[in-house]
């Protein structure tokens, strides 16, 4: 089946890491840019990192950059975000998504997400 699967998350405190992670199944894995999107209570998903299909270019928000790294493994089909000096900004659900990936259902098509990771950081 046609899925993703975020774990990794957790309660840290400030200044803590955490690294997440997202198994893709059911697609070519290799053929798909990767993002991670965060969405805090109450407010709208944002895009968090990206990494292309070939894993040679990257892309941060600018409120993670230099403490977020986005990375991908195509032999186990997972990309991953690791986060370090975490703040409690950055608590929110953690999604990943496949760039242009639209699978079908009974209702048509549609993006494929997953459930998501919870990240809370507070002391």
């Known amino acids: 089946q046609v899925q993703l699967v975020e774990s990794g998350g957790g309660l840290v405190q400030p200044g803590g890491s955490l690294k997440l992670s997202c198994a893709a199944s059911?697609?070519?894995?290799?053929?798909?840019?990767m993002r991670w999107y965060r969405q805090a209570a109450e407010k709208d998903r944002e895009l968090v990192a990206s990494?292309?299909?070939?894993?040679?270019?990257?892309t941060y928000a600018d409120s993670v950059q230099g403490r977020f790294t986005i990375s991908r493994d195509d032999a186990k089909a997972t990309v991953y975000l690791q986060m370090n000096s975490l703040k409690p900004e950055d608590t929110a659900v953690y999604y990943c998504?496949?760039?242009?990936?639209?699978?079908?259902?009974?209702?048509?098509?549609?993006?494929?997400w997953g459930q998501g990771t919870l990240v809370t950081v507070s002391s």
């Open positions: 990494i292309s299909n070939t894993g040679d270019s990257t």
């Open positions: 059911g697609f070519n894995f290799r053929r798909y840019d």
């Open positions: 998504n496949a760039d242009q990936l639209l699978v079908a259902d009974e209702r048509g098509y549609h993006e494929l």
